[in-house]
């Protein structure tokens, strides 16, 4: 897997987004995302989505941030990898999520954590848009290639202050802004403000992007507009 790695480094695609690629062509999947995580599970816990090969891949990781649950953040908090062969099956351990991923054209959805001991960095998170279990050897290769995300993270890391993900590219920036903009609105912790945005995008039916670009323009404020 690191000979495959190394073969698809044209010297611009970063290694997630090399990482990514071969996910999609050694799982045989539709599409793939890493997502990194700074104090998963904990209450301020944020979510940087750092590659999605797709438009699929990446409203899989907006949905998971926007409606709090998902395969990526059952792994990545449960320590172990989440197969979902059927997701139609899944509406009962993830309803939010289900519905608005079979919307999506995801049908079956695996999730691999990054992770080494205790340490938690995110999720290799993969869909496929036809039911169906991966194999064995497919499994074993989406362990392997979370692992060679989460060297490449702690590669990346080096430098940087350990509970710094500002130096990702994050496709999901302008909610964390968004947040602190309605944190200081309404006078409420960085948890509740990203709640209060989630709840108004999953309310209305709006991508949570959106619903963040409204704030930061100023077009919409929470608590008189909701």
């Known amino acids: ?3 495959l790695l190394a073969a698809n480094d044209n010297g611009q695609a970063v290694a997630l987004t090399r990482i990514c ?7 045989v999947v539709s599409g793939a995302g890493i997502t ?4 998963p599970g904990a209450p301020d816990a944020q979510q940087r989505l750092a590659h999605a090969t797709d438009a699929v891949a990446a409203g899989l990781e907006e949905l998971q941030l926007t409606v709090g649950e998902g395969p990526g953040l059952s792994a990545v908090t449960g320590g172990v990898p989440v197969m979902v062969p059927d997701l139609a099956l899944a509406t009962a351990r993830w309803p939010a999520f289900a519905s608005g991923a079979l919307a999506l054209g995801a049908a079956a959805v695996f999730a691999f954590p990054l992770q080494l ?3 938690g960095l995110g999720t290799l998170d993969c869909h496929r848009a036809t039911t169906g279990s991966l194999s064995q050897p ?4 989406g362990l392997v290639l979370a692992e060679l995300a989460f060297e490449a993270v702690l590669d990346e890391i080096a430098g940087h202050p350990p509970d710094d993900l500002g130096w990702i590219s994050d ?3 302008e909610v964390h802004q968004a947040s ?3 944190r200081d609105q309404l006078g409420v912790s960085m948890q509740e403000a990203l709640l209060r945005i989630r709840a108004h995008a999953y309310a209305n039916d709006i991508p949570l992007a959106a619903v963040a670009r409204r704030i930061v323009s100023r077009q919409l404020l929470l608590g008189t507009q909701e």
């Open 36 to 39: 990194l995580m700074d104090r």
């Open 138 to 141: 497919q499994a074993v290769d």
């Open 171 to 173: 496709i999901h920036a």
């Open 117 to 119: 001991g205790v340490i």
């Open 21 to 27: 690629m071969l996910a999609v062509s050694e799982l």
């Open 1 to 3: 897997m690191r000979a």
């Open 180 to 182: 602190g903009m309605v």
